[in-house]
Protein backbone atom coordinates (compact mmCIF):
# COMPACT_ATOMS: atom_id res chain seq x y z
CA UNK A 1 0.00 0.00 0.00
CA UNK A 2 1.59 3.41 -0.81
CA UNK A 3 3.11 5.56 2.36
CA UNK A 4 3.69 9.15 3.15
CA UNK A 5 7.29 9.09 3.66
CA UNK A 6 9.09 11.60 5.98
CA UNK A 7 12.84 12.58 6.28
CA UNK A 8 14.53 12.79 8.46
CA UNK A 9 13.02 10.63 11.48
CA UNK A 10 15.07 13.10 13.97
CA UNK A 11 16.27 16.52 13.74
CA UNK A 12 18.54 18.10 16.28
CA UNK A 13 18.75 22.13 15.68
CA UNK A 14 19.89 24.89 17.88
CA UNK A 15 17.87 27.28 18.58
CA UNK A 16 18.20 30.43 16.00
CA UNK A 17 19.00 27.76 13.53
CA UNK A 18 16.42 27.05 10.20
CA UNK A 19 15.32 24.03 9.33
CA UNK A 20 13.63 21.93 6.49
CA UNK A 21 11.60 18.74 7.22
CA UNK A 22 10.51 16.49 4.37
CA UNK A 23 7.69 14.65 2.92
CA UNK A 24 7.07 12.68 -0.04
CA UNK A 25 2.61 12.26 0.07
CA UNK A 26 0.99 9.47 -1.88
CA UNK A 27 1.85 9.70 -5.37
CA UNK A 28 -1.57 10.70 -7.11
CA UNK A 29 -2.59 12.76 -3.76
CA UNK A 30 -3.64 16.43 -4.55
CA UNK A 31 -3.62 17.47 -1.10
CA UNK A 32 -1.12 18.12 1.24
CA UNK A 33 -0.86 18.92 4.80
CA UNK A 34 1.19 19.19 8.16
CA UNK A 35 0.52 18.78 11.69
CA UNK A 36 2.42 18.65 14.86
CA UNK A 37 2.58 16.76 18.43
CA UNK A 38 3.96 18.42 21.13
CA UNK A 39 5.31 15.61 23.11
CA UNK A 40 2.03 13.90 25.23
CA UNK A 41 -0.80 16.41 23.57
CA UNK A 42 -2.84 15.89 20.86
CA UNK A 43 -2.31 16.63 17.28
CA UNK A 44 -2.44 20.11 15.87
CA UNK A 45 -3.50 21.06 12.62
CA UNK A 46 -0.76 23.94 10.64
CA UNK A 47 -1.27 24.12 7.45
CA UNK A 48 -3.03 22.25 4.61
CA UNK A 49 -1.86 23.27 0.78
CA UNK A 50 -3.69 22.67 -2.80
CA UNK A 51 -2.44 23.72 -6.25
CA UNK A 52 0.58 25.20 -5.18
CA UNK A 53 -0.86 27.63 -2.75
CA UNK A 54 -1.61 27.49 0.91
CA UNK A 55 -6.16 26.34 1.42
CA UNK A 56 -5.96 26.93 5.61
CA UNK A 57 -3.80 27.30 8.13
CA UNK A 58 -3.92 27.59 12.44
CA UNK A 59 -3.18 30.39 14.10
CA UNK A 60 0.22 28.31 15.37
CA UNK A 61 1.29 28.50 11.42
CA UNK A 62 2.59 32.21 11.85
CA UNK A 63 5.56 34.10 9.76
CA UNK A 64 7.95 31.61 10.80
CA UNK A 65 6.63 28.71 8.92
CA UNK A 66 6.52 28.36 5.54
CA UNK A 67 5.64 25.57 3.20
CA UNK A 68 6.43 24.61 -0.53
CA UNK A 69 6.01 21.80 -3.39
CA UNK A 70 9.67 21.98 -5.08
CA UNK A 71 9.23 19.35 -7.34
CA UNK A 72 6.52 16.77 -8.20
CA UNK A 73 7.09 14.75 -5.61
CA UNK A 74 8.56 16.72 -1.98
CA UNK A 75 6.12 18.87 0.53
CA UNK A 76 8.37 20.69 2.54
CA UNK A 77 7.99 22.81 5.84
CA UNK A 78 10.40 25.44 6.76
CA UNK A 79 10.95 26.63 9.97
CA UNK A 80 12.95 30.01 9.56
CA UNK A 81 14.39 30.42 13.11
CA UNK A 82 13.58 27.80 15.47
CA UNK A 83 12.36 28.44 19.27
CA UNK A 84 12.82 25.28 22.00
CA UNK A 85 8.58 25.47 21.82
CA UNK A 86 9.41 24.07 18.21
CA UNK A 87 10.31 21.04 19.81
CA UNK A 88 7.86 17.92 18.26
CA UNK A 89 6.70 15.44 16.47
CA UNK A 90 5.93 16.78 12.64
CA UNK A 91 3.73 15.05 10.91
CA UNK A 92 2.88 15.03 7.06
CA UNK A 93 -0.40 13.85 5.83
CA UNK A 94 -1.38 14.16 2.33
CA UNK A 95 -5.01 13.08 0.73
CA UNK A 96 -6.46 12.49 -2.76
CA UNK A 97 -9.24 15.00 -2.89
CA UNK A 98 -10.65 17.50 -0.01
CA UNK A 99 -11.09 15.54 2.95
CA UNK A 100 -14.33 17.04 4.25
CA UNK A 101 -15.93 17.23 1.03
CA UNK A 102 -15.72 13.60 -0.12
CA UNK A 103 -14.56 9.96 1.02
CA UNK A 104 -10.74 10.31 0.52
CA UNK A 105 -8.92 10.52 4.04
CA UNK A 106 -5.88 12.10 4.95
CA UNK A 107 -2.32 9.11 5.39
CA UNK A 108 -0.04 10.48 7.60
CA UNK A 109 3.53 9.58 7.88
CA UNK A 110 5.32 8.43 10.52
CA UNK A 111 6.50 11.95 11.21
CA UNK A 112 10.07 13.91 11.93
CA UNK A 113 10.99 14.44 15.97
CA UNK A 114 12.32 18.18 15.99
CA UNK A 115 14.79 18.99 18.83
CA UNK A 116 15.68 22.12 19.49
CA UNK A 117 18.50 22.45 21.70
CA UNK B 1 -13.35 27.86 18.16
CA UNK B 2 -13.28 24.55 17.12
CA UNK B 3 -12.75 21.71 19.87
CA UNK B 4 -12.99 18.20 20.49
CA UNK B 5 -13.35 16.18 23.58
CA UNK B 6 -12.31 12.91 24.23
CA UNK B 7 -12.60 10.35 27.16
CA UNK B 8 -11.32 8.79 28.74
CA UNK B 9 -7.66 9.25 28.61
CA UNK B 10 -6.31 5.76 29.87
CA UNK B 11 -8.55 2.68 29.56
CA UNK B 12 -7.49 -0.73 30.60
CA UNK B 13 -9.23 -3.74 29.43
CA UNK B 14 -9.22 -7.47 29.95
CA UNK B 15 -8.17 -9.39 26.46
CA UNK B 16 -11.54 -10.38 24.87
CA UNK B 17 -13.91 -7.65 26.78
CA UNK B 18 -14.60 -4.36 24.72
CA UNK B 19 -13.44 -0.80 24.54
CA UNK B 20 -15.81 2.25 24.18
CA UNK B 21 -13.96 5.59 23.53
CA UNK B 22 -16.57 8.48 23.12
CA UNK B 23 -16.07 12.30 21.53
CA UNK B 24 -17.85 15.62 21.82
CA UNK B 25 -17.62 18.39 19.33
CA UNK B 26 -18.52 22.36 19.34
CA UNK B 27 -18.99 22.84 15.49
CA UNK B 28 -22.10 21.69 14.46
CA UNK B 29 -21.21 22.05 10.49
CA UNK B 30 -18.69 19.25 11.09
CA UNK B 31 -19.33 16.53 8.62
CA UNK B 32 -17.01 14.17 8.39
CA UNK B 33 -15.29 12.36 11.71
CA UNK B 34 -12.16 9.92 11.32
CA UNK B 35 -10.64 7.31 14.63
CA UNK B 36 -6.59 7.61 14.33
CA UNK B 37 -4.54 4.68 16.05
CA UNK B 38 -1.47 5.67 16.99
CA UNK B 39 1.29 3.08 17.78
CA UNK B 40 4.64 4.02 19.50
CA UNK B 41 6.83 5.52 17.12
CA UNK B 42 4.56 5.98 13.95
CA UNK B 43 1.77 8.59 12.86
CA UNK B 44 -1.88 8.45 13.31
CA UNK B 45 -3.30 5.47 11.25
CA UNK B 46 -7.05 5.98 10.36
CA UNK B 47 -9.13 2.93 11.25
CA UNK B 48 -12.62 4.18 10.56
CA UNK B 49 -14.67 7.29 9.69
CA UNK B 50 -18.04 8.46 9.75
CA UNK B 51 -20.14 11.25 7.98
CA UNK B 52 -22.48 13.13 8.95
CA UNK B 53 -25.08 11.54 7.11
CA UNK B 54 -24.80 8.12 8.59
CA UNK B 55 -25.63 7.35 12.13
CA UNK B 56 -23.20 4.13 12.81
CA UNK B 57 -20.75 2.33 10.76
CA UNK B 58 -18.90 -0.90 10.95
CA UNK B 59 -15.83 -2.77 10.21
CA UNK B 60 -15.28 -6.28 11.76
CA UNK B 61 -14.53 -5.44 15.48
CA UNK B 62 -14.91 -2.09 15.07
CA UNK B 63 -17.62 0.18 14.82
CA UNK B 64 -18.51 3.72 15.43
CA UNK B 65 -21.44 5.96 16.33
CA UNK B 66 -22.67 9.08 15.91
CA UNK B 67 -25.28 11.17 17.62
CA UNK B 68 -25.60 14.39 15.20
CA UNK B 69 -28.12 16.18 17.56
CA UNK B 70 -26.05 16.06 21.05
CA UNK B 71 -22.50 16.43 18.86
CA UNK B 72 -21.54 12.82 20.46
CA UNK B 73 -19.16 10.47 18.63
CA UNK B 74 -18.34 7.17 19.97
CA UNK B 75 -15.79 4.44 18.96
CA UNK B 76 -16.71 0.82 19.97
CA UNK B 77 -13.84 -1.91 19.95
CA UNK B 78 -15.20 -5.79 20.80
CA UNK B 79 -13.36 -8.67 21.33
CA UNK B 80 -10.26 -6.31 22.29
CA UNK B 81 -6.87 -8.39 21.58
CA UNK B 82 -3.06 -7.68 23.08
CA UNK B 83 -2.41 -5.70 19.31
CA UNK B 84 -5.55 -3.08 19.80
CA UNK B 85 -3.23 -1.27 22.46
CA UNK B 86 -2.19 1.99 21.36
CA UNK B 87 -3.37 5.66 21.78
CA UNK B 88 -6.71 6.16 19.57
CA UNK B 89 -7.45 9.79 18.51
CA UNK B 90 -11.07 11.13 17.23
CA UNK B 91 -10.86 13.52 15.19
CA UNK B 92 -13.75 15.94 13.19
CA UNK B 93 -13.63 17.92 10.33
CA UNK B 94 -15.69 20.85 9.14
CA UNK B 95 -15.73 20.48 5.37
CA UNK B 96 -12.78 22.27 4.78
CA UNK B 97 -9.06 20.74 5.04
CA UNK B 98 -8.58 21.82 8.68
CA UNK B 99 -8.93 18.03 11.04
CA UNK B 100 -9.40 18.98 15.19
CA UNK B 101 -8.05 16.25 17.17
CA UNK B 102 -9.55 14.75 20.00
CA UNK B 103 -6.50 14.76 22.89
CA UNK B 104 -5.99 10.69 22.51
CA UNK B 105 -7.17 7.97 24.71
CA UNK B 106 -4.27 5.60 25.63
CA UNK B 107 -5.75 1.67 25.57
CA UNK B 108 -4.16 -0.80 27.09
CA UNK B 109 -5.50 -4.46 26.58
CA UNK B 110 -4.32 -6.96 29.27
CA UNK B 111 -3.64 -10.45 28.04
Known amino acids: EPEVTQTPSHQVTQMGQEVILRCVPI?????FYWYRQILGQKVEFLVS????????KSEIFDDQFSVERPDGSNFTLKIRSTKLEDSAMYFCASSRTRTGGSNQPQHFGDGTRLSIL | GENVEQHPSTLSVQEGDSAVIKCTYSDSASNYFPWYKQELGKGPQLIIDIRSNVGEKKDQRIAVTLNKTAKHFSLHITETQPEDSAVYFCAALTGGFKTIFGAGTRLFVKA
Open chain 1, 49 to 56: FYNNEISE
Open chain 1, 27 to 31: SNHLY
